[in-house]
């Protein structure tokens, strides 16, 4: 299993945030993020978000640092994307 994560650089709610990532399945990455205890209201179309407090925990349970760029290709070459604004197509894979 490989999940992946961003550093903490885009801000909200006066936090600074990374995103966390699979390139395999949600399921996947659900799995990951509940035996963190990362909340699933955290999950966004294709990603969890995940504050800088936490960004070293999610390292040390085995998350690989990547560039924001590298989230973005990663989730493409996966067929995981859902960018915003485009509702999910029946075919596509689920959360």
Do not use: C
Request: charged share 25%; proline share 7%; hydrophobic share 35%.
């Amino acid at each position: 299993m490989t999940v992946y994560i961003d550093p903490p650089t885009w801000p909200g709610h006066g936090r600074m945030w990374s995103h966390l990532i699979s390139d395999v399945s949600y399921e996947e990455l659900h799995a990951f993020a509940e035996r963190l205890g990362v909340p699933r209201r955290a999950f966004e179309r294709d990603h969890y978000d995940v504050p800088a407090q936490r960004y070293a925990d999610v390292v040390a349970a085995g998350a690989v640092e990547v560039s924001s760029r590298e989230v973005v290709r990663l989730l493409h070459g996966a067929g995981l994307r859902r960018p915003k604004g485009r509702a999910q197509s029946p075919g596509s894979r689920s959360s």
